[in-house]
């Protein structure tokens, strides 16, 4: 069996958890970069510097519902005096054709319009009588339904300052800024600033494609009955919500039988669609962990490079680890214990950060703090291992939830927190400090 | 115009941002469930306690890959002095039919494989010589290799206690027992507990179908030749993006013209897609803000109790506003104003709660905190409305992002909060503590 990046240690070697994610995430990279609708971009990265390439506003636009004045007209307007003003018609958002506005004129014009050759600033409809002569208004009248508010007189009751409630061609942003750096995750408010500068396509790294496989000839699915010595398969669909939840598209293909060559085919069948595979089970020193038969030669005829390494953890839940590439295009493939809790933990620590690293966020990890351990008695915890324990976090407490078996799937459900006891650490009084990994 | 919730005000109050909040969130109410297949019931939340129908695990079962052997058989078990038993066959996952295991016996068992009549305890594989006679060994050979590997002697060098290595059957839930709480999220875990218990679909309030649509006759898609007046539709993108953010599946309908028959017809053809309708623009006081005069009487032809209401709210910026239902099936709509920044902040603050409540969520609201104001000069906001300025949030400091504009969109895109100045507050020294709304 061989392997992808050279690794530093033979067979017998007890890897630690930072040794294996450290091959992890050195042999995996991020994915090519693809041109993406706006909205299918949601949630990627970036590759390029994007530029503006017109500024925005792309002219000077009035902010207000009102009339495009000269400044003088309405010097030293008031509701006493009002400076009166001949109306020459509506600028409607959109207008391209703009008749000017001369002295003792005034245009109708709404927000976003165009603002008229002439006109120096913009005085709110509220400010006038809207062409009504009955004093201030709370708005126009609908075109529609007044299509005379466009014309006739208005009487305006302030004066403004030139440019008043005038958004200045640039003032958003100029041609040749930048308006997003490469590496930024795209969210709504850069959507939307993409769409304001007319990009209908970016070029971003796609949602990596991760196939996920239990192996087991002992599950069975959901809703099915059970045989004796049957149980259901859950780590499927775990795993598979789980890399969803970590910007993956993920594929469920179910469980698999524990037979090598049904696996086999299993594994070369889903390559065409995978840039990541995830099985869980078949990993450990049993008669039967087909998973390392199968893994070792999947589609390696083509070339060198490839093949799934199997090892051991330093690490409680998730001792046994399988990791490597499959095929010619040697896809990256995580192979986990079968213990849900274990099968859990492992995509928490070395999946998530791998789905991400493809994706290519430089923020791959979940974030972790550190609390105080509220528990009634001590936590242990074997020499040699570091050690991950379900628990609920808030406010700067954490307590464990369930025991430390790795069947303890309620338990996994009521936890958002794992607990973390270094590898030298074999007990852990209440009231301790303890490193904490946030689930959510 | 009448509407669904009896209002408290006419068409002059100035609402605050609470008034109208509580109407939108008394208005809305959480869907009709629906029974999902598992992995469709992702992120939404659980109607229903559900119950455990079978206890986990179903059976006594290993945790080792060992020997499935009786506790007096292997006390006193040394290297110098092992006991050595008869290996009568194997015990693999999922097995059905089970071989007792008698006096001086053993039965080879994998991981998760029931343990068979007669064997007390198992030995892992490790305190054995695994049938090969040559001392302590790391694992099994594989069952494909060396089938004779089930029969034979094997030399176990450790006693074991009884029950050790075993999991009972029913240590991780039992029948009866509260698998997960109604009103529960569903994520990755609590996915894997209902497979675990054979659950393949569960009973879910489903995401939210959310249509989108921008209105204005300046706007032009992205990728498309900008005319004389026009602006590329953002606010579309932005809001689409934001509901699927939220939760919502949603569908982007793009820009409608400022044309009240096209919009209404337009609203009702997209009535058979939506559990709630959201619009941008056209709601101010302006001539060709047909936005209110389309959506007063949208499909009520068929019964009382529909139309929006168009009011002002204490805001900066999002001062116009609209809410109500429309259609016979009264469809909750929120009509945003058409300014980027006004639409997304009216979003984040209106009509992602309300998201949020059709999907049955208790914790609607963005988190919000408090935090120092980071800034060169004092912050003004105008008397009697409730600001929210885009700012950049890191330890406990927030730093305003661009000015007040409410089309600032390259600022909008650099801001991760929302500083709040409240409607009694017009200006906020740097160093003053405020609070702020959390976006991501």
């Given at each position: 069996?061989?392997?992808?990046?050279?690794?530093?240690?033979?067979?017998?070697?007890?890897?630690?958890?930072?040794?294996?994610?450290?091959?992890?995430?050195?042999?995996?990279?991020?994915?090519?970069?693809?041109e993406l609708n706006l909205l299918d971009a949601q949630g990627c990265v970036l590759v390029d510097d994007v530029m503006v390439p017109v500024s925005l506003p792309p002219f000077d636009n009035s902010s207000m519902d009102g009339y495009a004045v000269r400044v003088t007209d309405v010097a030293g307007a008031s509701e006493e005096y009002p400076a009166v003003l001949e109306v020459v018609g509506d600028v409607a958002a959109g207008a391209a054709d703009l008749a000017p506005v001369g002295p003792g004129q005034a245009a109708r014009i709404m927000t976003g319009a165009p603002l008229p050759p002439g006109a120096e600033t913009v005085v709110p409809v509220e400010w006038t009588d809207g062409g009504l002569g009955g004093g201030p208004v709370g708005g126009m009248r609908a075109r529609s339904l007044a299509p005379e508010g466009a014309f006739g007189q208005v009487r305006v009751y302030r004066p403004a300052v030139a440019r008043a409630h005038v958004r200045a061609q640039g003032s958003d942003v100029r041609a040749g800024d930048r308006a997003l750096e490469a590496g930024t995750v795209l969210g709504p408010p850069q959507i939307a600033l993409l769409a304001a500068i007319g990009r209908g396509t970016v070029r971003v790294r796609p949602r990596p494609r991760v196939v996920v496989m239990s192996t087991g000839s002992e599950l069975?699915?959901?809703?099915?009955?059970?045989?004796?010595?049957?149980?259901?398969?859950?780590?499927?669909?775990?795993?598979?919500?789980?890399?969803?939840?970590?910007?993956?598209?993920?594929?469920?293909?179910?469980?698999?039988?524990?037979?090598?060559?049904?696996?086999?085919s299993t594994v070369e069948d889903q390559l065409v669609r995978a840039d990541l595979m995830v099985t869980s089970g078949g990993v450990s020193v049993g008669a039967y962990d087909v998973v390392k038969e199968a893994l070792s030669s999947v589609g390696d005829e083509d070339g060198p490079g490839g093949g799934?390494?199997?090892?051991?953890?330093?690490?409680?839940?998730?001792?046994?680890?399988?990791?490597?590439?499959?095929?010619?295009?040697?896809?990256?493939?995580?192979?986990?214990?079968?213990?849900?809790?274990?099968?859990?933990?492992?995509?928490?620590?070395?999946?998530?950060?791998?789905?991400?690293?493809?994706?290519?966020?430089?923020?791959?990890?979940?974030?972790?703090?550190?609390?105080?351990?509220?528990?009634?008695?001590?936590?242990?915890?074997?020499?040699?291992?570091?050690?991950?324990?379900?628990g609920a976090y808030a406010d700067g407490e954490v307590r464990p939830v369930g025991g430390s078996g790795s069947h303890l799937i309620a338990a996994l459900a009521q936890a958002d927190a794992l607990i973390v006891v270094p590898e030298d650490t074999t007990s852990v009084e209440p009231g301790a400090e303890v490193e904490v990994v946030l689930l959510v």
């Amino acid at each position: 069996m061989s392997s992808a990046a050279p690794r530093p240690t033979g067979p017998d070697h007890l890897w630690s958890v930072d040794e294996h994610l450290e091959d992890v995430l050195t042999t995996v990279r991020p994915l090519d970069p693809i041109e993406l609708n706006l909205l299918d971009a949601q949630g990627c990265v970036l590759v390029d510097d994007v530029m503006v390439p017109v500024s925005l506003p792309p002219f000077d636009n009035s902010s207000m519902d009102g009339y495009a004045v000269r400044v003088t007209d309405v010097a030293g307007a008031s509701e006493e005096y009002p400076a009166v003003l001949e109306v020459v018609g509506d600028v409607a958002a959109g207008a391209a054709d703009l008749a000017p506005v001369g002295p003792g004129q005034a245009a109708r014009i709404m927000t976003g319009a165009p603002l008229p050759p002439g006109a120096e600033t913009v005085v709110p409809v509220e400010w006038t009588d809207g062409g009504l002569g009955g004093g201030p208004v709370g708005g126009m009248r609908a075109r529609s339904l007044a299509p005379e508010g466009a014309f006739g007189q208005v009487r305006v009751y302030r004066p403004a300052v030139a440019r008043a409630h005038v958004r200045a061609q640039g003032s958003d942003v100029r041609a040749g800024d930048r308006a997003l750096e490469a590496g930024t995750v795209l969210g709504p408010p850069q959507i939307a600033l993409l769409a304001a500068i007319g990009r209908g396509t970016v070029r971003v790294r796609p949602r990596p494609r991760v196939v996920v496989m239990s192996t087991g000839s002992e599950l069975v699915q959901p809703d099915e009955a059970l045989g004796k010595g049957q149980i259901y398969d859950s780590n499927s669909f775990a795993l598979t919500a789980a890399a969803r939840d970590a910007g993956a598209i993920a594929y469920r293909v179910g469980a698999v039988a524990d037979d090598a060559e049904i696996l086999r085919s299993t594994v070369e069948d889903q390559l065409v669609r995978a840039d990541l595979m995830v099985t869980s089970g078949g990993v450990s020193v049993g008669a039967y962990d087909v998973v390392k038969e199968a893994l070792s030669s999947v589609g390696d005829e083509d070339g060198p490079g490839g093949g799934v390494d199997f090892r051991r953890l330093a690490m409680q839940p998730g001792k046994p680890q399988g990791f490597g590439t499959v095929g010619p295009d040697h896809v990256p493939l995580l192979a986990l214990p079968g213990n849900p809790v274990s099968s859990y933990v492992s995509f928490e620590l070395f999946v998530r950060p791998a789905i991400r690293t493809l994706m290519g966020l430089t923020d791959v990890h979940r974030p972790r703090t550190r609390a105080t351990l509220a528990a009634d008695k001590a936590l242990t915890s074997p020499e040699g291992r570091r050690q991950f324990l379900r628990g609920a976090y808030a406010d700067g407490e954490v307590r464990p939830v369930g025991g430390s078996g790795s069947h303890l799937i309620a338990a996994l459900a009521q936890a958002d927190a794992l607990i973390v006891v270094p590898e030298d650490t074999t007990s852990v009084e209440p009231g301790a400090e303890v490193e904490v990994v946030l689930l959510v």
